[in-house]
């Protein structure tokens, strides 16, 4: 799949006169793929400064600078943040330009950030506030739900909690309840994790499968897996890294059997066999998603096995209830909250800010049309909503801030 940067770099070395017939072949491919591609080539050309800007996005990405070439890259970044925070109207900028330099500028900002840090306080916040205050991020944290009732909340633990004869956390506390070794709970029983919004949490269930659940999911698994079926239901998003087990029931001589994992969602039904994927469901989305890092899954409706497809890695697939469509992604963004970022590789406004929604626990409102601006780059989950959303605004999109009825709001102002 051809990225952003790559395009950045194959049209820079268009105009420079030096691509490879390979090169000259993927740039024609793009421009066909979509006619506002080609709009957006044409008007390269009348905007003065774009060799400039495309160097620069080139030059991010090439892991080979020396530390001179640095001390440049961070001067024109500089100058970029510095003129993108004039008076919108002062700039002269189509919106098909704004698709590159968004994505130009969010690649930049994450050095601009780290040149910043610790200064902030000294400069002037473009950021509108009204009856709020600033948000800090989320953290680990969950609750868990016994099949008694019981609620359990998990502290705050990166490692996360672990399942097995005994409920623990993973550096080896122990649970504040009863020890599970001497109740009367069938394995099949199922236990339900909760992550609220403003958090996630790590789970090792009884088979060693590893389960990172994000912000606003619930993940309902039993206390101990039986020998031949595994089966976990996911309402929200996580990324799983299943183990490998195979059945002790094999004929003798025959090839040990493995022992599939299912994963329920709304509507769906995966199957593999020891992979590493992430499934985002969230109710009130009406689309699943399941990315595939590693391994073979198979994808099918809810009590219509015949509808299914095979993933394969590198590959995601959308499914609305009805029918499914395959594509290739970028994997790294798939995971990235797993890793403590916001990974933004071309989504829109809107999904981009659906993200900040539930990190943060925020109302988004759009006071006029949804922007039309793609972000591209990488921002640390770490930090508070304020400083988020001031790298976001350098796009052009016009953010505010406000508190009303103990909740605090987006409002998306347009472009």
Same mark, same amino acid.
Request: proline share 3%; aromatic share 10%; hydrophobic share 35%.
């Given at each position: 799949?051809?990225?952003?940067?790559?395009?950045?770099?194959?049209?820079?070395?268009?105009?420079?006169?030096?691509?490879?017939?390979?090169?000259?072949?993927?740039?024609?491919?793009?421009?066909?793929?979509?006619?506002?591609?080609?709009?957006?080539?044409?008007?390269?050309? &009348?905007?003065?400064?774009?060799?400039?800007?495309?160097?620069?996005?080139?030059?991010?990405?090439?892991?080979?600078?020396?530390?001179?070439?640095?001390?440049?890259?961070?001067?024109?970044?500089?100058?970029?943040?510095?003129?993108?925070?004039?008076?919108? !109207?002062?700039?002269?900028?189509?919106?098909?330009?704004?698709?590159?330099?968004?994505?130009?500028?969010?690649?930049?900002?994450?050095?601009?950030? +780290?040149?910043?840090?610790?200064?902030?306080?000294?400069?002037?916040?473009?950021?509108?506030?009204?009856?709020?205050?600033? +948000?800090?991020?989320?953290?680990?944290?969950?609750?868990?739900?016994?099949?008694?009732?019981?609620?359990?909340?998990?502290?705050?633990?990166?490692?996360?909690?672990?399942?097995?004869?005994?409920?623990?956390?993973?550096?080896?506390?122990?649970?504040?309840?009863?020890?599970?070794?001497?109740?009367?709970?069938?394995?099949?029983?199922?236990?339900? /994790?909760?992550?609220? %919004?403003?958090?996630?949490?790590?789970?090792?269930?009884?088979?060693?499968?590893?389960?990172?659940?994000?912000?606003?999911?619930?993940?309902?698994?039993?206390?101990?897996? =039986?020998?031949?079926?595994?089966?976990?239901?996911?309402?929200?998003?996580?990324?799983?890294?299943?183990?490998?087990?195979?059945?002790?029931?094999? %004929?003798?001589?025959?090839?040990?059997?493995?022992?599939?994992?299912?994963?329920?969602?709304?509507?769906?039904?995966?199957?593999? /066999?020891?992979?590493?994927?992430?499934?985002?469901?969230?109710?009130? +989305?009406?689309?699943?998603?399941?990315?595939?890092?590693?391994?073979?899954?198979?994808?099918?409706?809810?009590?219509?096995?015949?509808?299914?497809?095979?993933?394969?890695?590198?590959? !995601?697939?959308?499914?609305?209830?009805?029918?499914?469509?395959?594509? &290739?992604?970028?994997?790294?963004?798939?995971?990235?909250?797993?890793?403590?970022?916001?990974?933004?590789?071309?989504? =829109?406004?809107? &999904?981009?800010?659906?993200?900040?929604?539930?990190?943060? =626990? +925020?109302?988004?409102?759009?006071?006029?049309?949804?922007?039309? %601006?793609?972000?591209?780059?990488?921002?640390?989950?770490?930090?508070?909503?304020?400083?988020?959303?001031?790298?976001?605004?350098?796009?052009?999109?016009?953010?505010?801030? &406000?508190?009303?009825?103990?909740?605090?709001?987006?409002?998306?102002?347009?472009?």
């Amino acid at each position: 799949m051809t990225v952003p940067r790559d395009i950045a770099y194959l049209i820079f070395h268009h105009f420079q006169g030096d691509l490879t017939d390979l090169e000259q072949h993927e740039l024609q491919t793009w421009l066909n793929s979509d006619p506002q591609h080609r709009v957006f080539f044409e008007q390269l050309a &009348e905007n003065s400064g774009w060799e400039q800007d495309l160097a620069i996005w080139h030059r991010l990405n090439n892991t080979s600078k020396k530390s001179q070439d640095d001390q440049m890259l961070l001067t024109k970044v500089m100058e970029k943040v510095q003129a993108m925070e004039e008076p919108v !109207q002062t700039r002269k900028v189509s919106a098909l330009w704004w698709y590159a330099a968004a994505a130009i500028l969010l690649c930049c900002f994450s050095i601009y950030f +780290i040149v910043q840090k610790g200064q902030s306080d000294k400069q002037d916040q473009t950021l509108t506030y009204k009856n709020t205050e600033d +948000i800090k991020p989320g953290k680990s944290g969950a609750r868990l739900t016994l099949p008694d009732g019981t609620v359990i909340a998990l502290k705050s633990d990166d490692q996360g909690i672990q399942m097995g004869e005994e409920i623990q956390y993973v550096n080896g506390d122990r649970l504040a309840t009863t020890d599970l070794t001497n109740t009367k709970i069938a394995d099949n029983t199922l236990l339900t /994790l909760e992550v609220p %919004v403003k958090n996630f949490y790590k789970i090792i269930l009884s088979d060693g499968t590893q389960v990172w659940v994000n912000s606003g999911s619930k993940l309902h698994y039993p206390l101990r897996f =039986d020998k031949n079926n595994r089966v976990v239901e996911l309402e929200g998003e996580a990324y799983f890294e299943v183990a490998k087990l195979t059945s002790n029931n094999a %004929v003798r001589g025959a090839k040990p059997s493995r022992i599939p994992f299912l994963v329920k969602t709304k509507g769906q039904l995966l199957e593999v /066999l020891g992979t590493k994927f992430n499934v985002t469901a969230y109710p009130n +989305i009406k689309t699943t998603k399941t990315t595939l890092l590693e391994g073979k899954v198979v994808v099918s409706a809810a009590g219509y096995p015949s509808k299914s497809v095979l993933l394969t890695p590198g590959k !995601q697939s959308s499914f609305d209830g009805n029918a499914f469509q395959i594509k &290739e992604v970028d994997v790294d963004q798939a995971i990235a909250w797993k890793d403590g970022l916001f990974y933004f590789d071309g989504e =829109d406004a809107k &999904e981009a800010f659906e993200q900040l929604g539930k990190w943060y =626990d +925020i109302d988004i409102q759009y006071i006029a049309k949804e922007p039309r %601006v793609a972000f591209f780059g990488t921002i640390e989950r770490n930090k508070s909503l304020k400083t988020v959303v001031e790298i976001l605004q350098k796009s052009g999109v016009k953010l505010r801030l &406000e508190g009303k009825a103990d909740r605090t709001r987006l409002m998306i102002e347009g472009e």
